[in-house]
C-alpha cells in the first residue's frame, strides 16, 4: 500500500514555487537593460539658472525648505505619543556636522531643485547612528532585472560606491512625481523653466539698456556727401571711440548726441515701455511662484488677487505646500526606518506651533470642545494627541 505521506511530499516537490512579481517588470527590464540609469536633465544648468541665478525661485525654494524643515517630529508607537526615543534624539541631531533642522532644509531644497532627494543611514552594529543627504547630481539608480532599481552609485572625484536598494536600503529615495520616468522625478524648476529663462533674460535686458544709457537701440546712418559715399575709415573708428567713451554706460546717462557732417540717428528697438517690459516679467515671476507652489503675494509679486491678505495666502501656502510636503516626508521615514526599532512606531509633524494655522486649530479645538458625547481620550485623538499617561498606565495595569 503506497505511504500517503510520500506521495504528499512528492506532489509538493513536483509543484513549482509559487512567485509573485509584476507582469511589466520584464518588460521594464528589457527596456532597461540593467545598464545605470543618469537623471535625464541637465541639474547643474537648472540649479545655475533657476535657484543661483532666478530670484523668485531662490526665494521660492528656501521658503518651502525653511518652512517644513521648522516643523517639530512627534513619534508614536501606536496611539501612544513618545517624548523620548533613539529615533527622535537621531532626527534632532542626525550627525556631527548638522543639527535636524539643517539636514531636513537641505533635504527639501534638493527636492525642490532636482525632484529628488537621497538620505543615507550609518548604522553601527545593525543599530541607526547617523544620517546624511547626498547629493542628487552623484546618485545614479542601477535597475536590476526586474527593471527597479537594485542599487544606487555615488559617484564623487572619480571614486564610485554602490549602495544596494531594497526594503532594508541604507539609502532613502523621495522623489516628485514624473509621468515620463520610472526612477527620477520632476523638479519644479523643469516645470518653470520657460518663465526662468524669460525673467532671467529681461533682468539681463535691463542691465545692459541700463548700461547702455538706459536708451534702446539705434543706428546712425551716414546721408551727407555723395550717393553711395561712406565715412573714411580714420572717420568711422573716430566716431565709435566717441560714442563709446561720451554716450555709452550709466555715467552718460541722458546726455545729448551731437550728431555733425550728415549723420542722423535711427531707433531699432523697442522702449521699455512698448514692450510692457515691467508686467512681462511680473507675469513670469508668478508663473515660477504657481510651479513651486508658492503664493505670489508672499513674494512682493504685484497684480495677484487670489487672496484678500497676506494671512490667507500664509495659510494657503502652509496647507496647499509645506504640510503635504513635510507628510509625505514623515511616511518616507517611518517605511524606512521604523522597521529598524521595536514597536509599531509612525512619524508625523507638529503644525500646532505654525502661527499662519492658529485660526484654523482654534475653530477646531472648539468645535471638538462643544462635542459632548466624545470622551476626553476621543478628544484628544480627534484633534491628534495620543492618551495621557496616567490613562495609560491605568489600563496597562488593569490588564
Excluded at 529628488?116 to 541607526?128: F, G
Excluded at 510651479?291 to 484678500?308: H, K, Q, R, S
Excluded at 518616507?332 to 509612525?346: D, M, N, Q, V
Aim: with cysteine; charged share 25%; glycine share 8%.
Amino acid at each position: 500500500m503506497p505511504n500517503p505521506l510520500a506521495a504528499l511530499a512528492g506532489a509538493l516537490r513536483r509543484r513549482a514555487p509559487e512567485r509573485k512579481e509584476s507582469r511589466v517588470a520584464p518588460v521594464i527590464a528589457l527596456h532597461m537593460q540593467g545598464r545605470p540609469v543618469w537623471t535625464p536633465r541637465d541639474y547643474a544648468a537648472l540649479a545655475e539658472e533657476g535657484y543661483r541665478r532666478n530670484a523668485v525661485a531662490y526665494r521660492c525654494v528656501r521658503m518651502i525648505a525653511e518652512a517644513a524643515a521648522s516643523l517639530p517630529w512627534l513619534l508614536y508607537d501606536g496611539d501612544r505619543e513618545l517624548s523620548e526615543h533613539p529615533l527622535l534624539s537621531l532626527i534632532e541631531r542626525p550627525n556631527g556636522a548638522q543639527a535636524g533642522a539643517d539636514l531636513f532644509e537641505s533635504w527639501y531644497s534638493f527636492l525642490q531643485v532636482a525632484g529628488n532627494s537621497y538620505m543615507e543611514l550609518v548604522e553601527v552594529d545593525s543599530a541607526p547612528r547617523e544620517l546624511y543627504v547626498l547629493r542628487p547630481d552623484r546618485m545614479k539608480a542601477v535597475p536590476g532585472r526586474n527593471g527597479w532599481p537594485e542599487a544606487y552609485e555615488y559617484s564623487v572625484n572619480g571614486r564610485v560606491v554602490t549602495i544596494p536598494a531594497g526594503a532594508r536600503s541604507a539609502v532613502l529615495h523621495m522623489r516628485l512625481f514624473n509621468p515620463v520616468d520610472d526612477h527620477y522625478g520632476q523638479s519644479p524648476l523643469e516645470a518653470a523653466a520657460c518663465a526662468i529663462d524669460i525673467h532671467n533674460a529681461a533682468g539681463s535686458w535691463n542691465k545692459a539698456l541700463l548700461d547702455n544709457a538706459a536708451r534702446p537701440s539705434g543706428a546712425l546712418v551716414y546721408k551727407g556727401g555723395e550717393a553711395g559715399a561712406n565715412l573714411t575709415e580714420d572717420q568711422f573708428e573716430r566716431l565709435k571711440r566717441e560714442l563709446a567713451e561720451n554716450y555709452q554706460g550709466a555715467a552718460n546717462a541722458g546726455r545729448p548726441l551731437l550728431l555733425e557732417g550728415g549723420l542722423d540717428w535711427t531707433s531699432m528697438g523697442l522702449s521699455p515701455k512698448d514692450m510692457d517690459f515691467i508686467e512681462a516679467k511680473h507675469a513670469a515671476a508668478r508663473e515660477i511662484a504657481l510651479a513651486f507652489g508658492v503664493p505670489p503675494m508672499l513674494l512682493g509679486i504685484p497684480g495677484d488677487n487670489t487672496y484678500a491678505n497676506m494671512r490667507e495666502a500664509n495659510r494657503a501656502f502652509w496647507r496647499g505646500t509645506v504640510l503635504p510636503l513635510a507628510g509625505r516626508t514623515a511616511r518616507a521615514l517611518t517605511h524606512w526606518l521604523g522597521p529598524r526599532y521595536e514597536g509599531k512606531l509612525r512619524l508625523w509633524y507638529d503644525a500646532d506651533g505654525v502661527d499662519a494655522l492658529s485660526a484654523d486649530r482654534d475653530a477646531l479645538w472648539a468645535r471638538v470642545t462643544r462635542a459632548d458625547f466624545l470622551s476626553d481620550t476621543e478628544k484628544r485623538e480627534a484633534v491628534g494627541y495620543g492618551e495621557r499617561e496616567k490613562e495609560v498606565r491605568r489600563r496597562a495595569s488593569s490588564t
